[in-house]
Every structure is written in C-alpha cells, then in structure tokens.
C-alpha cells in the first residue's frame, strides 16, 4: 500500500498524501479505438444521416441485444434521449411525469423539454433510488409515467415500478444513465419499462464523449422516436406516418464507431470493478460511521458508474461530509460529496413560473421537505468515488481504504473548521 510510510498529518493539513500515483485512465482507450476511428475517419461518412447511418445502425443493433432490447436508437445524448423517449412514448405535453428527487437535473429537466410537468419522488433511504410509495403518492389522474433512475451502483426496484406503473396505466421510462450493462432478474435494465434512456457522456461507464441512445422493443416507439430525432423525417419501414416537428438529435458516426470498441469491452470492464467493489464494500463494512448503498439481490449484474457510500459524521469527530470529501481528495482519493441535489431545491432547477406555470403551481403545492431522504443523501450523508478507481488493482483499493482510515483517525485535527477555512484549504493544496 502506498501510503504505509504517509505522514499521519493530513494532507489538506499538509502532511504527505496516501495516495500519490495516478488511478486508471479514463475515458479507457487504446490501439481499437484509433484503429476504428482511422477507418471511419477514411470512410468519409462521418455523420448521422441519413437516419441511422450505417456504424450507428450496427452499434445500435449490438447494444439492444446486450440489453434485451428489440431496438435501440443513437441519439446526442442522455438528455435528449430522455426527452424524444417520453414523447415517442406517448405521454402527453401537460401530463405529470413522476421523477426521484435525487438524480441529475436532466431526469426532470428533460421532462420539462418534453412539455411535461416532473413531479418529486422521495428516494429509498437504503438504495437511493426511487421509493414506490412516495411515488404512488403522487398519482393523480394527471400522471402519465414514472421515470426510475438506476442509480450509481444499484437498480431500482424494477418489479415493485411495474406493478405500479401496471396498476395506474402508467409508462415506464428507465433512466440507465449509470447503467450500462446492468441487468435486473438477468434481464438487461431499458428493456422492463415502455423504453430505456442511456448516457454516453465522458464521465460514464461507456463514452464517445457525447452521446446517448434510446432502447425499446416497442415497434411503434421507434417509428415515433426516428421522427422526433430526424427533423420530423419517416422512418422508412414505420407501419404509419408519425406527424411531429423534429429535432436534429442525430448522433454521429465517428461516436458509433468509438462506442462499439467500448461496447466490447463493458463486461471485462464489470468484472474488474465488480471484484475491486467487493473488497472496497467489505472494508466499509469494518468502518465505523461509514455505510454501503443496499444492492438488491435481483440485481443480478452490478453496473458500477461510481461506488456510493453513507457518511455519518458521528463516527468522524462530528467532521462534515463535505470537509471528510476534501479531506479525502487530499489523500489523493477523488472523490464528491455534492455530486447531486436534491432537485427540490436545486440551483440548476429553479421553476419559472413565466416559462412553466404548470410546473411552477405543482412545485408550491408540495413542500420541498417532503424529499427528506433525497436532503439526506444530498447534503449530509452520499460519497461518490469514480468508477475508474476500482479499474485497477486491489492494492489501489487498499489505498482508498487507507485514505479513509487515516481522515477518519485524524478527523479531530479537522473539527470546528469553518466551509471557507476547509475550501481554502483544498484550494491551497489543488494549487500545489
Ligand atoms: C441520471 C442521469 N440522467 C441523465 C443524464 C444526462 O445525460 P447527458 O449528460 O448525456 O445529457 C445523466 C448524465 O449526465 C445522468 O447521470
């Protein structure tokens, strides 16, 4: 392990780090991905069009597959995929769109471009993701889908979604933005609800820096999302005219071809992290004050986007989350504590009630306190460590483990520090 022989100051005190090596690269990349690039490169046709291009058309096929999917569509990105889903899914502008209060804005955002009003659900103070009670609350006879995010580590409860869902008439998008490859009962996740929503933004678990790519093995749904991403254009085999205004949402062909390298390399890929999450989850076990995320045993294959862990301050010299984050990515471990807001009370989402009054008027008739779990996770308890961390060896994982052990037997040396004095700190150690 190499922080071993680390001074037991800590580093954002200015002791030496525990970590001081370079993780795992990420975005992964090697000879395959330029090799397919060159070719496309020479290929000339680089772009999404016509709708879908030849290398988009061939990932797209491999990736439906792999998810249990019928089809799947390459679009720009894991927002707008969001969007044109909800919509090829039939739900109505005006309708109620039941989000977790605790995911990236885009859940709710997305919902927003798509003439939708996004509701608040609580999440599962265990999995953090969506809890079905706090969604069924919501139901009123405005309500046309439900949006469950699988997040970070874990699944949402697929089974508990679709008999709701199944019960209320409602569709089913599955945000499986952190998901690649996961599966729920041995079955791919974007393959239980009406369609699946993917990310392939650079920080996910397969990227061509940008991109996103909508699954479902609804006939009709796909008709429906080639018009909305093509400028309005048929899909040449649509059983019937589809009438929308579309946007162009086209991925490219230089990002097809990046995607299926990475395509082939997802599973060896989970193996690694799977195995590194293990030994990671088994020393969290041992730390008194530190938590892991519940993973359901239906999830049968663990799609890990970042390992997610519950901080309790107690346990740390009453130190925050947000000073034992810094504290940590002082030691060398990246990490993040305010990855998500609660999006009830997200800066990024901030109702304007000129813009969207339906929205606006749903917000002020339920208080944001009623996500108290969400609060939780946001601003008290969640630790977020990139995925690219467990891509490595188990003695990289022992350094993790290290760089916990050693904030938390110093933590005392950190109590009573004011946010600024703690940001100062960080500041002045990032600019060493
Ligand atoms: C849960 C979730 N949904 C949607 C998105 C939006 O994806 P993108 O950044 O590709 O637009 C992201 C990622 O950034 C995400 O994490």
């Given at each position: 392990m190499s922080g071993r022989g680390s001074s037991p100051k800590l580093a954002l005190l200015g002791g030496t780090p525990v970590r001081g090596k370079a993780w795992p690269q990420w975005p992964a990349r090697d000879a395959e991905e330029e090799e397919a690039l060159i070719t496309a490169l020479r290929d000339g046709d680089w772009g999404g069009f016509p709708l879908p291009n030849e290398r988009s058309a061939t990932f797209a096929a491999a990736f439906a597959e792999r998810h249990d999917c019928k089809h799947a569509l390459c679009v720009a990105n894991g927002t707008v995929s969001l969007e044109v889903a909800l919509q090829a899914m039939g739900v109505?502008?005006?309708?109620?769109?039941?989000?977790?209060?605790?995911?990236?804005?885009?859940?709710?955002s997305a919902a927003l471009f798509a003439g939708?009003?996004?509701?608040?659900?609580?999440?599962?103070?265990?999995?953090?993701?969506?809890?079905?009670?706090?969604?069924a609350a919501l139901i009123t006879e405005r309500t046309q889908a439900i949006v469950p995010v699988h997040l970070a580590m874990t699944v949402a409860d697929l089974d508990a979604i679709g008999s709701l869902a199944g019960k209320h008439g409602l569709a089913v998008l599955e945000d499986c933005a952190h998901a690649h490859g996961a599966r729920w009962r041995d079955r791919g996740v974007g393959s239980w609800g009406d369609a699946g929503s993917f990310s392939f933004q650079s920080s996910k678990l397969m990227t061509a820096g940008e991109g996103g790519i909508v699954t479902t093995s609804d006939d009709a749904t796909l008709d429906r999302l080639h018009a909305l991403v093509n400028c309005g254009r048929q899909r040449p085999s649509a059983a019937e005219a589809v009438p929308v205004i579309g946007h162009n949402y086209r991925m490219t062909d230089l990002q097809a071809t990046i995607l299926e390298v990475q395509l082939g390399r997802l599973d060896r890929q989970h193996e690694i992290r799977a195995r590194n999450a293990g030994r990671l989850g088994a020393a969290i076990e041992d730390i008194n004050g530190l938590v892991n995320l519940r993973i359901d045993d239906r999830v049968t294959t663990q799609a890990i986007y970042q390992f997610v862990f519950r901080f309790d301050s107690e346990a740390f010299a009453g130190l925050d989350r947000d000073t034992f984050v810094?504290?940590?990515?002082?030691?060398?471990?990246?990490?993040?504590?305010?990855?998500?807001?609660?999006?009830?009370?997200?800066?990024?989402?901030r109702p304007d009630p000129a813009r969207y009054p339906a929205w606006s008027e749903a917000l002020a008739r339920r208080p944001a306190a009623d996500c108290p779990n969400a609060e939780r996770a946001a601003y008290r308890e969640s630790v977020w460590l990139p995925h690219q961390l467990l891509l490595g060896t188990e003695a990289d994982v022992d350094d993790i483990v290290e760089a916990m052990l050693k904030v938390q037997r110093s933590a005392g040396d950190l109590a009573g520090l004011q946010t600024a004095e703690v940001e100062r700190l960080r500041q002045a150690r990032s600019a060493r």
């Amino acid at each position: 392990m190499s922080g071993r022989g680390s001074s037991p100051k800590l580093a954002l005190l200015g002791g030496t780090p525990v970590r001081g090596k370079a993780w795992p690269q990420w975005p992964a990349r090697d000879a395959e991905e330029e090799e397919a690039l060159i070719t496309a490169l020479r290929d000339g046709d680089w772009g999404g069009f016509p709708l879908p291009n030849e290398r988009s058309a061939t990932f797209a096929a491999a990736f439906a597959e792999r998810h249990d999917c019928k089809h799947a569509l390459c679009v720009a990105n894991g927002t707008v995929s969001l969007e044109v889903a909800l919509q090829a899914m039939g739900v109505e502008s005006g309708a109620e769109v039941i989000v977790p209060a605790y995911t990236f804005e885009a859940t709710a955002s997305a919902a927003l471009f798509a003439g939708c009003v996004p509701l608040f659900a609580d999440i599962d103070p265990d999995t953090w993701c969506i809890d079905v009670e706090s969604a069924a609350a919501l139901i009123t006879e405005r309500t046309q889908a439900i949006v469950p995010v699988h997040l970070a580590m874990t699944v949402a409860d697929l089974d508990a979604i679709g008999s709701l869902a199944g019960k209320h008439g409602l569709a089913v998008l599955e945000d499986c933005a952190h998901a690649h490859g996961a599966r729920w009962r041995d079955r791919g996740v974007g393959s239980w609800g009406d369609a699946g929503s993917f990310s392939f933004q650079s920080s996910k678990l397969m990227t061509a820096g940008e991109g996103g790519i909508v699954t479902t093995s609804d006939d009709a749904t796909l008709d429906r999302l080639h018009a909305l991403v093509n400028c309005g254009r048929q899909r040449p085999s649509a059983a019937e005219a589809v009438p929308v205004i579309g946007h162009n949402y086209r991925m490219t062909d230089l990002q097809a071809t990046i995607l299926e390298v990475q395509l082939g390399r997802l599973d060896r890929q989970h193996e690694i992290r799977a195995r590194n999450a293990g030994r990671l989850g088994a020393a969290i076990e041992d730390i008194n004050g530190l938590v892991n995320l519940r993973i359901d045993d239906r999830v049968t294959t663990q799609a890990i986007y970042q390992f997610v862990f519950r901080f309790d301050s107690e346990a740390f010299a009453g130190l925050d989350r947000d000073t034992f984050v810094a504290a940590l990515a002082a030691e060398g471990v990246p990490a993040d504590g305010r990855f998500y807001e609660s999006l009830p009370v997200s800066e990024l989402l901030r109702p304007d009630p000129a813009r969207y009054p339906a929205w606006s008027e749903a917000l002020a008739r339920r208080p944001a306190a009623d996500c108290p779990n969400a609060e939780r996770a946001a601003y008290r308890e969640s630790v977020w460590l990139p995925h690219q961390l467990l891509l490595g060896t188990e003695a990289d994982v022992d350094d993790i483990v290290e760089a916990m052990l050693k904030v938390q037997r110093s933590a005392g040396d950190l109590a009573g520090l004011q946010t600024a004095e703690v940001e100062r700190l960080r500041q002045a150690r990032s600019a060493r």
